[in-house]
């Protein structure tokens, strides 16, 4: 298996525009998560998926971020408009049903200029 | 609301010696998982160990094992014969079990320097 693929691995942009990040899952896997990690605050979950139903999105930091999983094998993480403090690296993580392991996706790293 | 603290921002040690990272947790759960992830400089998040808190034996693969001591809630990483490709972030994670059990909680992080 080619394990949890995002993209991109990095993107840069301006103040204001649109960013939407991409994850597909590992095959068979039923639970999706997406975090977020900088240095201040370190690793957060942002939102909780379950057979592609959003569970917990208590962690997503305010209206201008969304996220949606319109199939067992996508998801986005949608950030609009973007701002500064965006910038980050954010990861998707898939685990398998009755499983505890989660396995992470390599991170996009998001510079918002 | 559980809480993953690992005191130790950085360490280093001399390739083919033995580390072992510290990390504490707090929780009113009698039964839950810790884990160690490793995060080399590539950033990818890879998980290096896993321990069930209903097992007494601690877990161990290959050079990485754990002392886990649920009394003290204390959950270290020992890593013997020190490899270069060990030098990473480590990150000590929590997660509980049960419905609506499904989030990890890590730590701050400690960075590994491994040294020729």
């Known amino acids: 298996d080619a394990g949890v693929i995002q993209s991109p691995r990095h993107e840069v942009t301006e103040m204001g525009q649109e960013v939407t990040l991409r994850c597909k899952p590992i095959?068979?896997?039923?639970?999706l998560f997406w975090y977020r990690q900088t240095m201040m605050r370190g690793l957060e979950l942002l939102i909780y998926?379950?057979?592609?139903?959003?569970?917990?999105d208590s962690g997503m930091p305010e209206d201008r971020f969304s996220a949606k999983m319109p199939n067992a094998s996508f998801s986005t993480l949608k950030i609009q408009p973007s701002e500064p403090r965006d910038s980050a690296v954010y990861f998707c993580?898939?685990?398998?049903?009755?499983?505890?392991?989660?396995?992470f996706g390599p991170g996009t790293r998001l510079t918002v200029l | 609301a559980q809480t993953v603290t690992q005191s130790q921002p950085e360490m280093s040690v001399q390739e083919a010696e033995t580390v072992t990272l510290s990390c504490t947790y707090d929780?009113?759960?009698?039964?839950?998982?810790l884990f160690w992830y490793k995060q080399p400089p590539s950033r990818q998040m890879i998980l290096v160990i896993r321990?069930?808190?209903?097992?007494?034996q601690n877990a161990t693969e290959n050079r990485f094992s754990v002392n886990f001591q649920k009394a003290a809630k204390s959950f270290s990483l020992k890593i013997s014969d020190s490899q270069l490709g060990d030098t990473a972030m480590y990150f000590c994670?929590?997660?509980?079990?049960?419905?609506?059990?499904?989030?990890?909680?890590f730590g701050k992080g400690t960075k590994l320097s491994v040294i020729p």
């Open positions: 998926f379950n057979n592609n139903v959003p569970i917990d």
């Open positions: 994670a929590f997660m509980g079990v049960g419905a609506g059990s499904y989030q990890l909680t």
């Open positions: 929780t009113s759960e009698n039964n839950y998982y």
């Open positions: 321990q069930e808190a209903y097992k007494q």
């Open positions: 993580a898939s685990e398998p049903l009755l499983g505890t392991d989660q396995f």
């Open positions: 095959s068979g896997h039923n639970s």
